[in-house]
């Protein structure tokens, strides 16, 4: 994937775009389908237990509906906003 534009050449925050999600989504769609899951498996919104989920710990497959999710969640988020900002700053 092409690098995200950055924001400042002093920082690591870099902006999300439209064209950034649909890459991510489209990778992760074929992975989706790849694994066999069902369209009705991906939540219209994250449960409070996601938080609690171990990425490195928990099956991909386990995980690609809640990413899939989190795709739609932020596509919401640049219609209404145009622009979101990820603060990677330490």
């Known amino acids: ?20 999600i649909a890459r991510v989504e489209a990778r992760l769609q074929a992975d989706f389908e790849e694994a066999g899951l069902q369209a009705d ?12 989920l171990d990425a490195e710990g928990t099956p991909w497959t386990e995980l690609l509906p809640y990413y899939l999710c989190i795709t ?19």
């Open 1 to 20: 994937m092409p690098q995200p534009p950055e924001l400042d050449p002093d920082s690591s925050d870099f902006l999300i775009t439209p064209a950034m």
């Open 41 to 52: 498996t991906v939540p219209d919104s994250l449960p409070d237990s996601f938080g609690w």
């Open 72 to 90: 739609t969640l932020l596509n919401a988020k640049l219609a209404r906003h145009g622009v979101l900002v990820c603060g990677w700053s330490v």
